[in-house]
């Protein structure tokens, strides 16, 4: 019998809980009922963790402990204190390791057998499209392809952000409808809650002054971390995309040159929301600035992910100060560009 250990790591959240759950599932079918832990490496210690795992209860049979942060898990005596845990580890009392990076400390690893691994891939957009067509479809509805294209430019690109979005439509419209660019506008556009992509498109109006801009960034970053979608490594990684997406915009339009609409479909940018978003973007970082941008999310993720949760909201605030007022600080260099 494999050890009660699992590992499921990569970026693409939905699928990577939907497995969570279901090893969650099939402890209830054997045991009847589940005492559930969600933890974080930064903010728990091995041998309480240990603790809960080993603590058996008169009315619950089994335990399910759900560690996120497992990145972090990586001295030696945390890796000895799991390994001599597993030696005599019951299968009523099961630990799964969670990470968005793609792999953990390797002595860690090791603990873990390998069918009880798994990495979930981030989905490119064809996929992201053909799931998100599906998803409608299971529910009743279909949708134009205008439409799922202008979601994927709204949305986070992982299906537990989208199906979230998705959700939305089920209750504004009835079955059989089918979703349009417009519905999208409507839902999505103006009644959307905030996010990393929210975030950019507050912190990329030209039309606004650094100061205010920085003011209504700061206000919808504390907003998102009220939400249960708060995950700073999610933020920076929605801020990324977006920085990594004007480049592109940048690069495509070098020295003037005009992109018809095919063209731009091709390179990614098919709804006008995101043409206007990325033109308007480009107004206010040039393509060296997003370097210098990219360089300074990278810093703070690094930090973060080092620090734990007690400093990540003035880091994220620090971030987002270097990036709206002095274009990406912490790498200069790269404003010649």
């Given at each position: 019998m494999a050890a009660p250990i699992y590992l499921y790591s990569g970026p693409e959240i939905g699928s990577r809980n939907e497995q969570v759950e279901s090893?969650?599932?099939?402890?209830?079918?054997?045991f009847g009922d589940?005492?559930?832990?969600?933890?974080?490496?930064?903010d728990s210690?091995?041998?309480?963790?240990?603790?809960?795992?080993?603590?058996?209860?008169?009315?619950?049979?089994?335990?399910?402990?759900?560690?996120r942060e497992a990145e972090l898990v990586k001295k030696k005596e945390e890796i000895e204190l799991l390994s001599s845990w597993l030696k005599g580890a019951k299968d009523s009392a099961v630990l799964i390791l969670v990470t968005d990076e793609i792999s953990v400390d390797s002595k860690l690893d090791k603990l873990v057998p390998k069918e009880n691994k798994q990495i979930f891939w981030a989905m490119d957009e064809s996929r992201l499209a053909s799931w998100l067509q599906g998803y409608f479809r299971k529910n009743g509805y279909a949708i134009e392809a205008e439409?799922?294209?202008?979601?994927?430019?709204?949305?986070?690109?992982?299906?537990?952000?989208?199906?979230g979005e998705c959700n939305?439509?089920?209750?504004?419209?009835?079955?059989?409808h089918t979703i349009t660019e417009s519905d999208v506008e409507q839902i999505l556009a103006h009644n959307r809650e905030e996010s990393a992509f929210t975030l950019f498109d507050a912190m990329a109006n030209p039309n606004e002054s650094p100061s205010s801009r920085l003011e209504e960034s700061l206000s919808i970053l504390q907003k998102i971390l009220l939400t249960k979608n708060n995950s700073p490594v999610m933020i920076l990684a929605g801020l990324a995309s977006c920085f990594r997406r004007l480049e592109l915009w940048h690069s495509i339009h070098a020295g003037g040159a005009y992109l018809d609409e095919f063209t731009l479909k091709t390179?990614?940018?098919?709804s006008k929301t995101a043409r206007n978003q990325y033109s308007r973007a480009a107004r206010v970082w040039s393509f060296g600035q997003c370097a210098a941008v990219l360089a300074s999310i990278s810093g703070t993720d690094s930090e973060i992910r080092s620090s734990g949760q007690s400093l990540q909201e003035t880091q994220l605030s620090m971030l987002l100060y270097e990036i709206?007022?002095?274009?990406?600080?912490?790498?200069?260099?790269?404003e010649a560009v």
């Open positions: 090893i969650k599932n099939s402890l209830i079918k054997k589940v005492d559930n832990y969600l933890l974080y490496a930064s210690k091995i041998e309480d963790i240990i603790a809960k795992l080993q603590t058996e209860s008169l009315f619950v049979p089994a335990t399910c402990v759900v560690l439409a799922v294209d202008s979601i994927l430019e709204l949305t986070e690109n992982n299906t537990e952000a989208l199906r939305r439509f089920f209750l504004c419209f009835p079955k059989d390179k990614g940018f098919s709206i007022m002095k274009n990406g600080g912490r790498c200069a260099k790269c």
